[in-house]
């Protein structure tokens, strides 16, 4: 069962890469500056953190 999720997550992670480069490759075609500028804030902000931590909205 263990390999079983094991699989299952990885295959979700690799839809969700697939999803945030096609997204990502889109809005540098229609918006490339903002796209770009958007990048380079959250490659900056992360500081070597691999993951978001997460904050609700308010």
Do not use: K, Q
Request: proline share 5%; hydrophobic share 45%.
């Amino acid at each position: 069962m263990c390999g079983r999720l094991l699989t299952r997550i990885a295959v979700d992670e690799n839809l969700h890469m697939l999803f945030y480069r096609d997204f990502f490759a889109a809005a540098l075609d229609a918006f490339p500056d903002a796209a770009l500028r958007a990048l380079a804030d959250v490659v900056s902000s992360s500081s070597g953190r691999t993951t978001t931590p997460h904050t609700p909205f308010t």
